[in-house]
């Protein structure tokens, strides 16, 4: 009988998915933005480079 009283969440809604989403489109344009930024570019271009150009 208690069972029946007591619910178990056993996943997210709608609006709790609704709000994941979002979030998570907000974090990946904040992190295209400090990426693709001059300095950030550059930086990843040069350590892209060195890797590239490391002789064994």
């Known amino acids: 009988m208690l ?3 007591v619910r178990k969440d056993r996943g997210m ?4 998915y609704a709000v ?3 979030a998570a489109v907000a974090f990946a344009a ?14 990843l271009q ?7 150009n490391v002789q064994m």
Do not use: D, F, H, P
């Not at 809604?13 to 709790?16: D, M, P």
């Not at 040069?46 to 590239?52: D, H, K, N, S």
């Open 3 to 5: 069972a029946s009283v």
């Open 13 to 16: 809604v709608t609006s709790e």
């Open 20 to 22: 994941g989403v979002i």
């Open 30 to 43: 904040a992190l295209y933005k400090v990426v693709t930024s001059g300095q950030v570019g550059e930086e």
């Open 46 to 52: 040069g350590i892209v480079g060195r890797a590239l």
